[in-house]
């Protein structure tokens, strides 16, 4: 049978048909076929299996959905829990570190072990962990899993290894941090409060020991119940009933008061001499009203009061404004003296922190920064200056800004690229900041041995472009660029109308291409538009030149036979077709569909403006609106800065732009392209009664010419709902679907008369950039229209509502099951889309002997076309004569659609396309250096060296990789990548450490990473590593030279990870280091007197108290059980960590985990048996109590008559 096979594919490969690169069943994987080459090639392939490993390397970008916040003192180091279980643990800038916990369950609190190189983290789910700091990758030592009780609040003494544990219930439990076992001293809450008390006093909400006394336990309960619980005696020395709930207290640095927040905006002040009443009870931001009494306020969420040495005390808290005023920014109050001061968040407060110059409680706190974290944004505040600024974040914080769009890697850039983007962007940077040096300082660093360049590109909804250095896995920001100052902005008039009209971004970026040897940067927009950058050190004044492009198809796609006979049906559907944004037009709303034709989306300004240094708009080149058809969104761009062109694809076809002398010289559709060597039977377009219904049948996203085998496979993956405005359709056709969207009533009347559901995953009118979902039923078509940026838009629904962010990610990363019957009505409904370009030194035909420039196009079909151009080499020539194009009957074929191009020479190399080196067009000129175009690579010295041998041709799609040989279009290898899944992502990449070191790199949508080697297209790896659960990381993922990629793992972060073995050997001498051996501070003399008037601080030995020790799996009390006691074996179970076996997981992680679970397994069997010893004995001395008590009545009974009893 197999020698049949190889036979079968021979005969395949000298048909016709596959010459032109399309076998019939490809051959197994690393195999090469039967066809016939020019010469047998000999590529000596240098990657191995063993070359490669997935690891995260560092997390970038401000924590998503922060829960908590700590601090340590000593060692300066800062971290933040988030609501996933992420803990983010921040030093000096390079000391940034990531962890997670398995479970995902929501931090609540952080406790570091000041100056100890640990960290406590209190989850969601009642469990405790011990992380160790003293490594460079933290891992977790111990867990202490609760089952009965919730925890609620948690309190770590300085220089104390007992952790106080409050709970839901009241009670109030005590842990040793270094064994992580639960002692048998509790604070039970009915013994907290007095026996009279008729009600629950509610959760802990504060516990803190008192800074005059450590034997003495202050614990706040939620209802307003305080109780100063003496831990010697086991009594409480006094218990406040107060009416307002508290949230927090603070203590004075003496220990003889302390400070309460309330829920209706108060401030108590608590003396221990008299507790009976408050003798402050303050309203900070509530006025008085006619009668006397305060207005209602917000609750004051935490208060922190902090002591000086020369100067007033502070008292800073967040919240407790007054209700008067609606919208209200969330606000910090700092209160110094009589002075009150302000400070307006952007987002709302999640905690804040005071930073003091000593770690104990009971000295003079001298507060000098405070630490703010917002839901969006980390800010610290300098307490110092008496106008509070803030210290300029050294860390990546405002990647989210604008929410990011799409992403770019780039490695081993040039060394002067750098230097020069941030010189350039140090002029806008804001000013304001204080001048003192980050607090958050701990940790140390240093640049490892692997550096090289690297550059990261974030594109957003605004349509700003940030460029970050990425060198040596850190990230800051160089340079930002705004698009939307190429364009003019709608004028006041402009304003009304144009809100039902104009996309809620029009100017978000949806990809971007860059040539860091020219710096020639072009970006692609959501209105179908393309901005050409130029860079130049110096300022100019220029305008911007604008070129227009008419491109639309009159063609029907590939119609089966089966489709014909529902061409009817399909027609009187009625469903809403695609759109991208309306323009920003005067045109009147009736006459929109009809009047609107050749039109931008933009207008670009028309006049000379002045460009500071850096980045200058060049070319502006817009997509028109064809007889009141939207223009489509662009799929694919490249640009080569040696040629001068600029290529862009859609739906709809290909256009080819000379930015060197701004003309357009190629517009032209898919079909067109072919010519006569079209594979596929077009059917042309019936005549139709008016245009508008034109829009019935645009395109909505990539073509959908797929076997019905594939069809199966990618239902696999949702399909696409189809879209209605009406409200009785759209409820019926819900009503249909078992997994239909409950909806409610319409909220609103909309302007133009026709009424819209509101639901809480309703239909999008958002750019394809980010959002996917129509009436929030996501699809694997959807998903492929999303990431090659194809139209999703309704063309009436595009005048809705709009959505805030939150809302279009929550609709992007909800995955439902939808109609399976939606997929072949829209199936039907597509074109052929460019999905991919290339421009290289290649071969347009057959026949051809040397290499010359030629334009590599892909479509969705797995259609490949060349198109080889005539472009003239001398300089002056190249601006005055113009470029020809003549395309050719080349066609290549592949399954699904093509992703990627690139090409090698026969020795297994990669060849790099051409490019003209960087030379600053608006510098003073230089008679002596005139200002040449310095080409690299370009076809006549690239044609001599090596071009005649021929070269390999790489060519990715979604389902399936191919290696042709060039001139000769024979395909020399074939993998089927996936046959259940489909590839979102698809890079060729160099490991720089290696010869020959090119593979090609694959993302799959089912979450696996591919890697093949090249030209053989062996498989490499293939690990399932990151489910796909929303779009964000389809649209990001990118892989780049060295074996690294990334990809947003939240809106607000980027994850990094590489794919090489040697990069993960070297990947602990890269990161920084958390812990440094720091001497803890001494504690400050108190004088004579000051400790004999004033009551010197009483210490006392907690292990006496709380002490117990684990022996044979039993917890047996050691000094202190008449204290102690034994603690309940059924309320925490002790989970031990893997930290210490952090470098065998990798190696034996299965083993390890079996090993652990049956570890676990065998504690919780003992722990169970231990339970069972602990009833039985107390079942014996209950027996035995019993039978004593018989025995002593019957010799009491004994002797006695019967008239006795």
């Not at 939606?822 to 460019?834: F, L, N, Q, W």
Request: net charge neutral; hydrophobic share 35%.
């Amino acid at each position: 049978m197999k020698k049949f096979r190889k036979v079968l594919d021979g005969l395949t490969t000298s048909s016709p048909v596959n010459a032109g690169g399309s076998p019939a069943c490809g051959s197994a994987a690393g195999t090469p076929t039967a066809a016939p080459t020019p010469r047998e090639l000999d590529i000596q392939e240098t990657l191995m299996s063993e070359h490669f490993q997935i690891c995260k390397t560092v997390r970038h970008g401000f924590p998503y959905q922060p829960t908590a916040l700590t601090f340590d003192p000593v060692q300066k180091i800062l971290a933040i829990g988030s609501r996933s279980g992420g803990v983010r643990i921040l030093g000096r800038p390079g000391v940034d570190c990531f962890c997670q916990h398995e479970s995902g369950a929501a931090v609540l609190q952080l406790q570091f072990l000041i100056n100890e190189g640990a960290l406590v983290t209190a989850c969601a789910d009642d469990t405790l962990h011990l992380w160790n700091l003293r490594q460079r990758r933290p891992a977790i030592l111990h867990s202490l899993k609760f089952n009965r009780e919730r925890i609620t609040f948690c309190h770590l003494p300085f220089q104390s290894k007992w952790l106080y544990v409050g709970t839901e219930r009241g009670n109030t439990h005590i842990v040793n941090v270094e064994s992580f076992i639960l002692s048998g001293y509790v604070i039970m809450w009915n013994k907290a409060i007095e026996l009279s008390t008729k009600t629950h006093p509610g959760p802990i909400v504060h516990l803190s020991d008192s800074p005059k006394d450590e034997g003495k336990l202050l614990i706040g309960f939620e209802s307003g119940t305080i109780v100063m619980w003496d831990l010697r005696s086991k009594r409480a020395d006094f218990r406040i009933y107060y009416d307002e709930a508290i949230h927090s207290v603070s203590w004075h640095h003496e220990g003889r008061q302390f400070m309460c927040s309330h829920s209706d905006g108060s401030l108590s002040m608590w003396n221990l001499r008299n507790t009976a009443k408050p003798f402050q009870v303050t309203f900070p931001h509530g006025k008085s009203q006619r009668d006397g009494r305060k207005e209602s306020c917000k609750p004051i969420l935490k208060v922190e009061y902090k002591t000086c040495r020369n100067s007033e005390s502070f008292v800073i808290f967040s919240g407790g404004l007054s209700y008067d005023k609606a919208g209200r920014r969330p606000t910090l109050t700092i209160m110094h003296g009589k002075a009150i001061t302000v400070l307006e968040m952007d987002h709302p407060i999640v905690e804040f922190l005071v930073l003091c110059e000593t770690p104990y409680l009971n000295e003079v706190q001298e507060p000098y920064a405070a630490v703010v974290l917002l839901e969006k944004d980390l800010i610290v505040v300098d307490l110092t200056q008496s106008s509070f600024p803030i210290f300029e974040n050294p860390y990546p914080m405002d990647i989210h800004e604008s929410p990011v769009t799409c992403t770019a890697y780039f490695a081993d850039c040039p060394p002067d690229i750098i230097p020069v983007l941030y010189s350039i962007g140090a002029k806008h940077k804001k000013t304001g900041y204080s001048h003192k040096e980050w607090p958050v300082s701990g940790g140390t660093w240093t640049v490892g041995s692997q550096s090289y360049p690297e550059i990261i590109i974030t594109g957003h909804a605004d349509g700003s472009i940030k460029f970050w250095d990425a060198t040596a896995i850190t990230l800051q920001m160089l340079y930002k660029l705004k698009t939307s100052k190429v364009f003019e902005k709608p004028k006041g008039s402009e304003t009304a109308r144009g809100a039902e009209l104009v996309e809620e971004d029009p100017y978000a970026v949806q990809m971007v291409s860059w040539c860091p040897q020219s710096r020639i940067f072009c970006v692609v927009g959501i209105s179908a538009h393309i901005i050409l950058y130029c860079f130049s050190r110096h300022d100019s004044n220029t305008a911007i030149t604008s070129l227009e492009v008419r491109l639309q198809c009159e063609v029907e796609d590939v119609i089966s036979p089966s489709d014909t006979e529902n061409a009817v049906c399909l027609m009187d559907a009625g469903g809403h077709s695609p759109q991208p944004p309306s323009p920003r037009g005067n045109t009147p709303d009736g006459a929109r569909d009809g009047a609107r034709d050749s039109i931008p989306c933009l207008k670009v300004k028309d006049r000379v403006i002045r460009m500071p240094p850096g980045y200058q708009a060049e070319l502006v080149v817009q997509l028109l609106w064809v007889d009141g058809e939207p223009p489509q969104q662009i799929t694919s761009l490249d640009l080569n800065s040696a040629y001068g062109l600029l290529a862009l694809g859609n739906c709809n076809g290909l256009v080819v732009v000379d930015y060197l002398q701004k003309t357009i010289i190629l517009c032209m559709t898919t079909l067109e392209l072919y010519g006569s060597a079209d594979p596929f039977q077009r059917l042309t377009r019936s005549p139709r009664k008016n245009r508008q219904s034109t829009s019935e049948f645009c395109m909505r996203g990539l073509s959908n010419f797929y076997s019905d085998s594939k069809k199966r496979i990618r239902t696999s993956y949702q399909s696409l709902t189809e879209l209605s405005d009406n409200q009785v359709s759209l409820d019926q056709e819900r009503s249909k679907s078992p997994t239909s969207v409950a909806c409610s009533s319409p909220a609103y009347t909309d302007p133009r008369g026709t009424a819209e559901p509101v639901c809480n995953l309703r239909a999008s009118h958002y750019s394809p950039v980010f959002y996917l979902l129509d009436n929030g039923y996501p699809s694997r078509r959807a998903m492929l229209q999303q990431l090659h940026a194809v139209s999703m838009y309704s063309h009436d629904e595009h005048h809705g509502t709009t959505y805030t962010w939150s809302e279009r990610e929550s609709r992007e990363n909800s995955f439902s099951r939808s109609r399976s019957s939606s997929v072949s009505s829209i199936d039907r409904d597509t074109k052929e889309a460019v999905t991919t370009l290339h421009f290289a030194e290649s071969y347009g035909r057959r026949s051809d002997v040397l290499p010359a420039p030629c334009l590599w196009v892909g479509t969705s079909l797995g259609l490949v076309l060349i198109v080889p151009m005539s472009i003239p080499t001398d300089e002056q020539e190249r601006m005055e004569e113009p470029v020809t194009i003549a395309p050719t009957s080349t066609v290549l074929m592949l399954k699904g659609s093509v992703l990627r191009f690139s090409f090698l020479d026969c020795t297994g190399g990669l060849i790099h396309s051409p490019h003209e080196a960087w030379r600053d067009t608006h510098a003073p000129d230089d008679p002596e250096r005139p200002r040449r175009r310095r080409l690299v690579n370009f076809s006549p010295c690239f044609s001599q060296e090596a071009g005649g041998d021929g070269h390999l041709a790489v060519v990715c799609s979604e389902r399936q990789a191919k290696v042709f040989f060039m001139p000769s279009q024979a395909c020399l290898y074939v993998h089927n990548i996936t046959e259940s899944s489909f590839v979102l992502r698809a890079d060729v990449v160099a490991i720089s450490n290696i010869s020959n070191s090119v593979c090609l790199a694959c993302f799959c949508a089912n979450g696996h990473i591919m890697i093949l080697s090249l030209p053989s297209l062996r498989p490499l790896l293939d690990v399932h590593y990151l489910p796909l659960t929303d779009m964000r990381i389809a649209r990001t993922f990118c892989f780049t030279n060295g074996g690294q990629a990334l990809y947003l793992s939240s809106p607000t972060e980027i994850q990094r990870i590489t794919y090489s073995q040697e990069m993960c050997d070297n990947l602990q001498e890269m990161l920084g280091e958390l812990f440094t051996p720091t001497d803890t501070p001494e504690a400050q003399n108190r004088g004579f007197l000051k400790g004999f008037f004033g009551g010197n601080t009483q210490t006392f030995d907690r292990e006496e108290l709380y002490s117990v020790l684990m022996t044979q799996r039993r917890v047996c009390p050691i000094v202190g059980e008449a204290a102690a006691g034994k603690a309940s074996r059924s309320l925490a179970q002790h989970i031990p960590g893997q930290g210490s076996v952090e470098g065998v997981r990798a190696a034996a992680g299965g083993a390890v985990g079996e090993l652990a679970r049956a570890r676990i397994a065998l504690d919780e069997r003992g722990q169970r048996l231990g339970e069972l010893e602990e009833r039985t004995a107390l079942m014996m001395a209950s027996a035995e109590t019993f039978s004593k008590h018989a025995h002593e009545l019957m010799l009491k009974c004994k002797d006695k008559k019967w008239y006795q009893f």
